[in-house]
Nanobody
Framework: QVTLVESGGGSVQAGGSLRLTCAVSGITYVDYCMAWFRQAPGHERERVAVIDSDGTTAYEDSVQGRFTISKNSAQNTLYLQMNSLTPEDTALYYC??????WGVGYPGLDDWKHWGQGTQVIVSS
């Protein structure tokens, strides 16, 4: 059974930082991508950052330069360092793991097979 468990959310003031952690267990294949998504009330879920099995990363434009996705493969842990937070970053943040994936590009929305329950981030002005 695959489980993804997020932690590290909370309430911060604008300009502050948070580090989200996702503990992953049960994935038996080697090559896959992991990502952080977020969903704010009244908005669709959006991918914030993605990292592939080689460690190559990509970011949504609004978080580029402020957020950093990383992973510790030995510990099956995914991270999202979030700096210079703004109220627009307020959302429920999810980690996700894709189907087996290698090659060019990143998974589409339907290719994210495993999801965590989410951790809430609230940024006040």
């Amino acid at each position: 059974q695959v489980t993804l468990v997020e932690s590290g959310g909370g309430s911060v003031q604008a300009g502050g930082s948070l580090r989200l952690t996702c503990a992953v267990s049960g994935i038996t294949y080697v090559d896959y991508c992991m990502a952080w998504f977020r969903q704010a009330p009244g908005h669709e879920r959006e991918r914030v950052a993605v990292i592939d099995s080689d460690g190559t990363t990509a970011y949504e434009d609004s978080v580029q330069g402020r957020f950093t996705i990383s992973k510790n493969s030995a510990q099956n842990t995914l991270y999202l360092q979030m700096n210079s937070l703004t109220p627009e970053d307020t959302a429920l943040y999810y980690c996700a793991a894709s189907i087996p994936w290698w090659g060019v590009g990143y998974p589409g929305l339907d290719d994210w097979k495993h999801w965590g329950q989410g951790t809430q981030v609230i940024v006040s002005s």
